[in-house]
DNA sequence: CGAGATTAGGAACGATCGTTCTTGACTGAT
DNA sequence: ATCAGTCAAGAACGATCGTTCCTAATCTCG
């Protein structure tokens, strides 16, 4: 009944996700989603029900499909560069997670599963916390992603 | 000629830099830094000409007067849990960085400086990369920086 | 073929953003 | 004392923000 959906819901979130992989929260609008996404405003609101609910759920998608094959990658040593999930996660870290509990706690169920995953990397001979491999990690990508400054100033 | 100045500049500086290392630089409103600062809109724009000459001001002050005294701590072996200096870095870095060319500069000298404060630090039998040990540090705060939530979500 | 329901399209809302302007109070040098 | 120059106080600006509302267009089902 009605008229069906114009859009795949799982691809806009990817794609949103995407979005918000490469700027800030506040930095990527509404309108930008809008039109980046070609999915109308009413859709988008319809759908997540506001900006904060399609990150989240952007972000909670590329938790749930991209991860475990991001961690296989990590497990089984390979350099994972410029994977768009580690960005997403690194400003959902730094820039969200300190004032969205919600974000807190998907952020910590991300280090949680990599930090397993990491865990059971090609042995070490002495005993590192389960988390110097995913610190290690995160600094890496961290100075990589400050390298590529693209843009001017505003 | 004219009435003095009614602030210390370095003053006004180090605590528009404590904003900015609490919170992503969208999330920092000019209104916030009048209210929390004292200092009156009119005289922010003269000295500083924009919320960016200010913030870019603020990341220089804290590179230049507490990166010093921050990278003597490391080299000495010390953990600096929450040092802001190196959460206003890391917010640089994740958000400002890729779209700021010139905080993508200043960024990459605080790099520089600290991998060479932390290759002097105690010898490791192995010869790691001059990164390595920054890499971890920088990985280890952002950890912690994502597990404060404190604030509802918006 | 109509009801009923859901979408797309786009204008419009109040709030807030960064920035500028206007006005008057204050200071230091002449 | 006067004048010039800076600062303080706050209103005001246009732009953009996230969100809502209204009006068709378009689909499914009886």
Redesign the pocket.
Known sequence: ???????DEQAVTAAAAGLFAGRA??G???????QQL??????????F??????YLAALRWHLEHRLPSLTEQLAAGAAVADDPTLDLLLLAAVERAPSDVEVAALVAKAWQTLDQALQRAPATPADPPASTALNALLGERLRARAATASAGP?
Chains 1, 2 share one sequence.
């Open positions: 009944m009605g008229r069906p959906r114009g859009f929260y506040d990527v609008s509404v309108d930008d989603l809008v070609g999915v109308h405003r009413n859709s988008l609101y319809k759908t029900g506001s900006k904060r609910g399609l505003s």
